[in-house]
């Protein structure tokens, strides 16, 4: 954990922050503030959200794609070799 780069940082701040917000903070605001789910004359649920549902998909959606660009800029960085780990060689056995 002590070895994260920016791009690292910015995935788990960034990303997961929106994510988290999207998911488990306004959930709970729905949840709390009592959204309710009436159902109207024809028998259909209507969602009465407190933040709008495509405000929340967008939070959520912002989080996935910083989490893919990250991803992707990690796969076209290539990672280098930790400090533990880059003067072994992989032998397979345990000493």
């Not at 988290?20 to 903070?25: K, Q, T, W, Y």
């Not at 503030?33 to 109207?40: E, F, I, Q, S």
């Not at 794609?65 to 991803?71: E, T």
């Amino acid at each position: 954990m002590s070895d994260l780069t920016t791009a690292d940082e910015i995935a788990m701040y960034v990303g997961g922050g929106l994510v988290v917000l999207g998911v488990v903070v306004i959930g709970l605001l729905d949840m709390l503030l009592g959204a309710g789910h009436p159902v109207d004359s024809e028998g259909a649920i209507e969602h009465a959200a407190v933040v709008p549902i495509d405000i929340r998909a967008g939070i959520i959606l912002l989080g996935l794609v910083v989490w893919g660009l990250v991803a992707v800029y990690k796969f076209a960085t290539g990672s280098a070799p930790s400090g533990a780990t880059a003067g072994r060689a992989a032998s397979g056995m345990d000493d």
